[in-house]
Each structure stands twice: as structure tokens, then as C-alpha cells.
């Protein structure tokens, strides 16, 4: 069965950085968008970064661009979202997400990470 787990999250300091991982597992990882959607305390579902891993193309979310980088390992099947230069609002649950074909299409989600801005 399709599995995403995502790890690396934690509490840093603003102006540090993090790095989220997303083990994927039970589809063709390389065929397919994969997305960091994230949710602030109290507010919705908000997508952060999207890649497609076998093209390679990525797409940000204005509110991250040019701070985030969004990568994915084929051999390993995971996908990454690098985050620098983080800010109190960065502040979330961040979740993994794939939309894939196994016998029909799903929509998946990792359990979350939180992630935590503060001095």
C-alpha cells in the first residue's frame, strides 16, 4: 500500500534552517507531482512546494520562494524540502502529499511533521 512518512522536523531559531523528508513507498515514486502542503495553528491547509519527480519541475509558493527548495531522490524514494532562513509564521504542521496510481488513483497523505519558529 502507498505509504509517505515525513521526518526532520523540529523547534529552531528564526534565521535557522531545517531539512523535511518524505519516505515514499507501494507506487512508482518517479511519475508523479508530489507536494509540502503545511497548516499554521488555527488556520487551513496551505501548499508550500510542489515537484514532479520525474520531470524535475518545481513549483513555490510566493510565501516561501526563494527560501525553500523543494528536491526529490529517486534511488531512495524521498522526497525533501530544504527550508532556510525560517520565520516565526513558517510555522506549521508540515505534511506530504501525492496524488498516485496503484490500481486506482489516491490521494495520500504522511502523518505530519511539526515545525516550530522561536526564539
Known amino acids: 500500500q502507498v505509504q509517505l512518512v515525513e521526518s526532520g522536523g523540529g523547534l529552531v531559531q528564526p534565521g535557522g534552517s531545517l531539512r523535511l523528508s518524505c519516505a515514499a513507498s507501494g507506487f512508482t515514486f518517479n511519475s508523479y507531482w508530489m507536494y509540502w502542503v503545511r497548516q499554521a495553528p488555527g488556520k487551513g491547509l496551505e501548499w508550500v512546494s510542489y515537484?514532479?519527480?520525474?520531470?524535475?519541475?518545481?513549483i513555490y509558493a510566493d510565501s516561501v520562494k526563494d527560501r525553500f527548495a523543494v528536491s526529490s531522490d529517486n534511488a531512495k524514494n524521498t522526497l525533501y524540502l530544504q527550508m532556510n532562513s525560517l520565520k516565526p509564521e513558517d510555522t506549521a504542521v508540515y505534511y506530504c502529499n501525492a496524488k498516485v496510481y496503484t490500481s486506482y488513483w489516491g490521494n495520500y497523505w504522511g502523518q505530519g511533521t511539526q515545525v516550530t519558529v522561536s526564539s
Open positions: 515537484i514532479h519527480t520525474g520531470r524535475g519541475s518545481t
